[in-house]
């Protein structure tokens, strides 16, 4: 929850501080970066409107932030809020919040129109930090917060749009201190405008950063359409040169945001009704290009199994993922009487079904069966308020998609290796009867590695019994 505050405060930040008034048409976005994550989410803001609101001057807000690929994993934030702003006071009087991070989207909204507000909100008090002042205060979820700044130092940044001098401030505020967050600071453009074009903070999760990626004063339609003129003809260019395309690297190391390494192998004793009958062995088995796709080999292999089981020695899945985010391009299962062949189209939507390639509708982001088990360790359970947070996610299995449900159930201590380690328990549901009352579960362990020490369904359990890392052989 602290982590999610503190991004919407940074992309709120972003456009907020230091403008002279509200410029009806101004439009600034800024990319979020999240350590050596370049591109971990967008913020849009945009001054739309003014006009009248129930009978008072009225200028219209609108902020839009969200978080993508791995960021998207650990904190997913999908929202839009509006604000219509008193043109008089600059105060709020009326704010909606649309948070679109579940499956169907939710909304939140405050109306000030009779009961004036005596408070702004994050987004007002930045605008009068803007028009100059120092020492505003704040409310947010209904808690009142100060904030202030100073100069830090004057020297020249570069952006996406160009470099400019730009003023260093250094902010304070107990909003800051409650969320953990240091070292905040707001680079602006040491002119007329005091752009916001770089805002950067630390937490105890890494460095987070918005770097302004677009300025645009977007003016009003004209009433009638301006005299036509003439297109003057281009002057015929040669074609430039094409680049030499960059040779790819196979086994590159995976990104140190992700709570594994390239070669790490799993080893699991797999119980039934607690009798040993057998061995599986999860691995981050290889970096290598697929289809012209980077793309991260996931497996999983039956490596000895009791005979008359409903496995064989040689069983294996096999997923090709994004190395990033880790969804999955292709899966392929193998076992004792089923095999199935996926490939997955994220961006359209579509699984085809080999061999026939029938083509079936998923929702962005569909997982696969081993996917997911990696995948579920990048996902954050961190609750909201006092609720557990519960993450849903789309898996296909056997020619369709399921929405499962993963929901933190406790924590637990379990031996590993002759020691005692603290497991988050994750509780697996489906909204499938046959499925639900197998009563799946993972236990998660509590540090970075977020090692998945134990699995199970129903009468079968998997316990991890060792950890290594086996690099795969260079050509």
Known sequence: MKVLKSLIFLALFCISCFSQTYRVGEKITYNISFGSVKEAGYAEFFVVSSGKLKGEDAIELQAKFRTMNLLNAFYPINQTRICYVSAKTGLPLYNRVIFDEEIAPQEKTQNFLET????????TAFYEIRSGKNGITFQEDGKTYSISWELKSKKKIKTDI????????????????ELGIRNFQMSLTDDAEKLPILISFRNEKGEFRASIASFQMIKPEPKEPPAPVP??????????????????????????????????????????????????????KERKQIKEKDSLVL???????????????????????????????????????????????????????????????????????????????????????????????????????????????????????????????ISISANVADFDKLNAKVWLSNDASRLPLRFTVGDFRADLTSVEVILPKTN
């Open 162 to 177: 160009g470099e400019f001098n730009a003023l260093v401030l250094n902010l304070r505020s107990d909003f800051f201190d």
């Open 231 to 284: 297109t003057p003809m281009p002057t015929p260019k040669p074609p430039p040169p094409k680049p030499t395309p960059t040779p790819y690297i196979e086994n590159q190391p995976l990104s140190t945001e992700l709570p594994f390494v390239l070669g790490e192998t799993l080893s699991y004793k797999l119980n039934f009704r607690d009798e040993e009958i057998g061995t599986v062995v999860l691995q981050a």
């Open 116 to 123: 004036p507000t005596v408070h702004h909100n994050l987004l």
């Open 299 to 425: 497996t999983a292999t039956v490596t000895r199994i009791k005979p008359q089981s409903f496995l064989s020695a040689g069983d294996t899945l096999v997923s090709q993922v994004e190395p990033f985010v880790l969804t999955p391009f292709g899966f392929e299962a193998k076992l004792k009487g089923y095999s199935e062949s996926v490939s997955f189209n994220q961006e359209s939507g579509l699984a085809s079904i080999q061999p026939n390639t029938s083509r079936i509708e998923i929702p962005v982001g569909t997982h696969s069966l081993l996917s997911l088990a990696y995948a579920i360790r990048t996902f954050s359970f961190s609750p909201i308020g006092n609720k557990a947070r519960d993450v849903r996610v789309a898996v296909f299995l056997n020619k369709k998609y399921y929405i499962v449900t993963l929901r933190p159930s406790g924590q637990e201590e379990i031996n590993f290796n002759g020691k005692k380690v603290a497991t988050q328990v």
